[in-house]
């Protein structure tokens, strides 16, 4: 079972987005500041803070960078050890609602409100591609091994060869959109969770296989932590499923420590811990309490 060990207090507003970068964890708000965690003192690191001009709902730190979407079309690349603003750009005034690092190719992928999908240069922010997929909301996207997965709003995932770019295969495994996707290669399974409250197994032909009603609001957090899968909702709900989601081992609310309102996204940290994030201007810290085994005295 797995417990709140840490609340992050000290945003002013939602907090929009989280990313760990292996020892710090960033995290964005409606207060317009993106502010840095020290998990190991489980207090705020004050040598990193940023202010915005307008909120960002998505982030992602790694790399020696924290590369921050806003909501007015701002993309920018911090150098987490300097500080410093290294570039910036805004291509099309448009809120940016998802980004992937990707350190072997020396990516930063980025889509946007309207279905912009624009990969940049790491360090320089230098413009490699740009689709314009015009699909709605772009809220998620993976790469797993040579194939890049995007979640859109209006059209469903669509698969992309990383060499080319070439579309490979599309198909929409939930009603209204896909917010959140996690390929797990091991089954041959792409798992979607939606506005549609569902989440949905699909297989590497990307045939749907099952369709698990999992919150009664929107998913908008999905990960793996050990051979657990953790799922996080609108409906102010985290869930901890079992490895083939036949059940459900966990289920955390306000009563259990969680959060009181929307639950906006969940980071995985290792196999025993991870967080969550909400409008409650809360973070939480969860680890998996250790099983003590009877006693043979």
């Known amino acids: 079972m797995f417990q709140s060990k840490v609340v992050l207090n ?16 960033y995290s964005s708000s409606g207060d317009k500041y993106v502010t840095r965690w020290d998990l190991s003192k489980g207090l705020q690191d004050s040598s990193f803070t940023v202010k915005l001009e307008h909120a960002a709902y998505t982030l992602q730190a790694g790399n020696h960078f924290c590369f921050i979407g806003c909501t007015d079309g701002t993309l920018s690349g911090i ?3 300097t500080k410093q603003l290294v570039w910036e750009h805004n291509f ?41 997929l015009a699909a709605g909301k772009i809220r998620s996207i993976v790469i797993a091994g040579d194939r890049c997965y995007v979640s859109t709003q209006l059209i469903g995932i669509l698969v992309f060869s990383c060499e080319n770019w070439n579309e490979l295969a599309s198909w929409e495994p939930n009603e209204l959109g896909s917010n959140v996707l996690l390929v797990n290669p091991a089954q041959g399974e792409v798992i979607t969770g939606g506005r549609d409250a569902h989440l949905v197994i699909s297989n590497t032909h990307y045939e749907i296989l099952k369709r698990i009603p999992a919150h009664y609001q929107t998913v908008y957090g999905l990960i793996r932590t050990g051979k657990q899968f953790v799922t996080a909702s609108m409906d102010k709900t985290i869930k901890v499923w ?51 085994l009877p006693s043979d005295n």
Do not use: C, M
């Open 92 to 132: 099309f005034g448009n809120a940016w609602f998802s980004l992937l690092i990707d350190p072997e190719r020396n990516w930063l992928i980025a889509g946007d409100s309207e279905g912009n999908l624009v990969v940049l240069e790491l360090q320089t922010g230098k413009r490699i591609l740009h689709l314009p």
């Open 79 to 81: 150098n987490t050890e």
């Open 10 to 25: 000290g945003h002013a507003g939602p907090v929009y987005a989280a990313s760990l970068d292996g020892h710090f964890l």
């Open 242 to 292: 079992n490895a083939d989601f036949s059940k459900v081992e966990q289920r955390i609310e306000f009563k259990h420590g969680g959060h009181n309102r929307s639950v906006n996204g969940l980071v995985a940290i290792d196999d025993q811990t991870f967080a969550s994030y909400g409008d409650d201007k809360k973070i939480i810290i969860w680890k998996k309490a250790p099983v003590i």
